[in-house]
């Protein structure tokens, strides 16, 4: 298993090339990008022996089924969880129809087949969080700032 170089606070996945973490597993490649997270505790609370915060590295791909480690990476909202099967699994499938939420601090809570543009980069996502107050410093996506920096008790919910 490897982990990539990201730090959190890299540059905007948008304006540059994202940095992401990496970590290999025998079934299944999980990625992180660090400035996307906001904290949901979908991974943890759904798969603790995969992803524990107090170990490094905080991600172990092998310690449950590849398609379990799936299953709980599409739980997060953000997308700044991501994977990629090793050979022949099913890579993730965006949600149809595509949905828009926003949830009650303002965050857009977007699912679906999406392209995701700013300046001249454009990214291909299927779960994203984007900045719905304009504070962001990382836009288009969410990172806490201004009135999106309160909590929302129902992020998780969009699955």
Not at 52 to 69: F, K, M, T
Not at 70 to 98: F, K, M, N, W
Not at 140 to 158: F, I, K, L, M
């Amino acid at each position: 298993m490897t982990e990539g170089t990201a730090e959190p606070g890299a540059e905007s996945p948008i304006a540059g090339k994202p940095r992401l973490k990496e970590y290999d597993g025998e079934g299944i490649t999980v990625t992180f990008e660090p400035r996307r997270c906001l904290h949901a505790a979908e991974c943890v609370h759904g798969l603790p022996e995969v992803f524990d915060l107090s170990r490094r590295p905080w991600v172990l791909p092998d310690a449950a089924e590849p398609g379990r480690v799936a299953e709980v990476i599409r739980r997060c909202p953000s997308g700044a969880l991501q994977y990629h099967p090793v050979e022949g699994g099913a890579e993730e499938r965006p949600d149809v129809p595509t949905t828009v939420r926003r949830t009650p601090s303002g965050r857009l809570v977007v699912r679906g087949d999406l392209l995701v543009s700013a300046g001249q980069e454009t990214r291909h996502e299927t779960r994203v969080m984007l900045c719905g107050c304009g504070a962001s410093g990382n836009q288009p996506y969410c990172d806490r700032s201004g009135p999106c920096a309160e909590p929302d008790d129902d992020v998780a919910e969009e699955r």
